[in-house]
T-cell receptor, first 112, second 111 residues
Framework: DQQVKQNSPSLSVQEGRISILNCDYTNSMFDYFLWYKKYPAEGPTFLISISSIKDKNEDGRFTVFLNKSAKHLSLHIVPSQPGDSAVYFCAASGASYDKVIFGPGTSLSVIP | KAGVTQTPRYLIKTRGQQVTLSCSPISGHRSVSWYQQTPGQGLQFLFEYFSETQRNKGNFPGRFSGRQFSNSRSEMNVSTLELGDSALYLC??????????FGSGTRLTVV
């Protein structure tokens, strides 16, 4: 039973355009959400997070939107750059000491 | 400051053997979590240790175990290896759930 879902295994976007990566979750107890980026042969690196008390968090080219009623969040990358090509993992956790659950990942390719 | 260090980077084992992987967290981080990454499955949570105690556990069989030492270094052990255990094993250390820092992982191949 996958509590965090990323239904698009892969996504291709032209350089300079917007990349939108989607994530759905099933557990209504989740209250903290994170995005990680992973390059081959490296561990995932933290990108951006959002608490359930917010519906948007922005950090430079990266914005995460949270729709609690739909149990859906999305990561927007604007403008997309070739260096953004990586696997993006959505993650979620509940109470402060709860484990962090990751989705299966979406592989983003930004085409020059 | 030094990042999360996982050793070894690569490992080849035979079915039925056992293996121990090591993780040294960032200095001061008391929480260490382990994940298994396989193609299409993303990062599957194995367990989390905090101050030498297992605080959370994922849905893996008892062949997967771990421990944490007083210096926060952690090891995970897999006994009676199966072909399906071939994966990238990632360790992450943190001060809080918002601050996960991952190591580069140990690539385990079971033949």
């Amino acid at each position: 039973d996958q509590q965090v879902k990323q239904n698009s295994p892969s996504l291709s976007v032209q350089e300079g355009r917007i990349s939108i990566l989607n994530c759905d979750y099933t557990n209504s107890m989740f209250d903290y959400f994170l995005w990680y980026k992973k390059y081959p042969a490296e561990g995932p690196t933290f990108l951006i997070s959002i608490s359930s008390i917010k519906d948007k968090n922005e950090d430079g080219r990266f914005t995460v939107f949270l729709n609690k009623s739909a149990k859906h969040l999305s990561l927007h990358i604007v403008p997309s750059q070739p260096g953004d090509s990586a696997v993006y993992f959505c993650a979620a956790s509940g109470a402060s000491y709860d484990k962090v659950i990751f989705g299966p990942g979406t592989s983003l390719s930004v085409i020059p | 400051k030094a990042g999360v260090t996982q050793t070894p980077r690569y490992l080849i084992k035979t079915r039925g053997q056992q293996v121990t992987l090591s993780c040294s967290p960032i200095s001061g981080h008391r929480s260490v979590s382990w994940y298994q990454q396989t193609p299409g499955q993303g990062l599957q949570f194995l367990f989390e240790y905090f101050s030498e105690t297992q605080r959370n556990k994922g849905n893996f069989p008892g062949r997967f175990s771990g421990r944490q030492f007083s210096n926060s270094r952690s090891e995970m052990n897999v006994s009676t290896l199966e072909l399906g255990d071939s994966a990238l094993y990632l360790c992450a250390s943190s001060l809080s759930r918002s601050g996960y820092t991952f190591g580069s992982g140990t690539r385990l191949t079971v033949v």
